[in-house]
């Protein structure tokens, strides 16, 4: 764990050994469930780059991708408790899509709760969610991911395309980042 973010860690949750597991489990899953159907990654920006990427490569059958950006967060670590649409997926042919959107992290839940109902009301054949890491604990909505690469406990998270502030994105594991570095 070299490098110039090492004191900012209060551990390593998950190292890059089991995420590359973890992606794996969940793409042959995916790729099993996917059959057939037109599939449409449906990456949430910026934080879901990382595993949307290595998880598409580990598919074993077509998958098209999109992105959208959506914020439900202010700066930092608090909540806003409302989805701001920031880039839309705007596409002629939802109707024959079977969207897969693709997060890194879930906690509320409030996000990807309203992400469906929108996509579905925008027209998708069909929509599920899949998601990197799941926070059940904070959950604020009647809410559950068709898929979950990991469940983990109720701490700030950072690394494989999660962020604090937008640093710590390209780290190869998931780490948990001290308080006193969000709690300045």
Do not use: H, W
């Not at 780059?49 to 967060?73: C, H, N, W």
């Not at 109707?95 to 997060?103: F, G, P, Q, S």
């Not at 494989?160 to 710590?168: A, C, M």
């Amino acid at each position: 764990m070299e490098g110039f973010y090492t004191n900012d860690f209060a551990k390593i949750l998950i190292d890059e050994n089991e995420l590359n597991g973890i992606v794996d489990r969940m793409a042959k899953k995916i790729s099993r469930d996917y059959e057939g159907k037109k599939l449409l990654l449906l990456g949430i920006l910026k934080g879901s780059v990382v595993f949307m990427g290595e998880l598409m490569k580990r598919l074993t059958i077509p998958a098209q991708i999109d992105f959208m950006r959506v914020s439900s967060y202010g700066s930092g670590t608090n909540s806003m408790g409302r989805v701001n649409i920031i880039l839309d997926l705007l596409r002629g042919d939802l109707d024959t899509c079977d969207i897969l959107i693709v997060e890194d992290i879930i906690d509320s839940g409030n996000t990807l709760s309203y992400l469906v109902q929108y996509l579905l009301n925008k027209g998708a054949k069909s929509v599920r969610t899949c998601t990197m890491l799941d926070k059940p604990s904070r959950r604020e909505v009647d809410f559950t991911p068709d898929y979950t690469g990991a469940e983990i406990p109720d701490e700030f998270v950072v690394g494989y395309g999660l962020d604090y502030d937008e640093d710590y994105r390209a780290l190869p594991f998931i780490a948990v980042l001290k308080p006193e570095v969000y709690e300045k």
